[in-house]
């Protein structure tokens, strides 16, 4: 049985919700004209794959038209990807990274 004496006392702070900042990806995109090794270099040095990750990256996207290179922050993929675009730019070629929301 409850004490008839005892009083709820209501709860004065708030719940903290805390929301997980939504992780984006960077994709490579394939095109007709970059050299395969370029595209593997700026993998290795802009997102520091080591050569057989950068490989299949690369062949995933000249196969499939599109593969993702990794996740990160929304500021840190829009870093990257654009770094690595430039890096292509630079040199003449269409190299492109773009980023998107994860689900
Ligand atoms: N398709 C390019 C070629 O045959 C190579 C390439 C792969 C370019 C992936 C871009 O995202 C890319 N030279």
Redesign the pocket.
Known sequence: MPDPDTKTIPRLKPELKVERPKLHKVL?????????S??VTVLRTQFRLDDSQAQR??????QRG??VVGVFTRELAEEKATAATDMGRRQG?????TTEPEE
């Open positions: 490579l995109v394939n095109d007709d004209f970059t050299p395969r370029f595209v990256v690369m062949m995933t996207a000249h599109v593969c070629y269409p190299l492109l990274f």
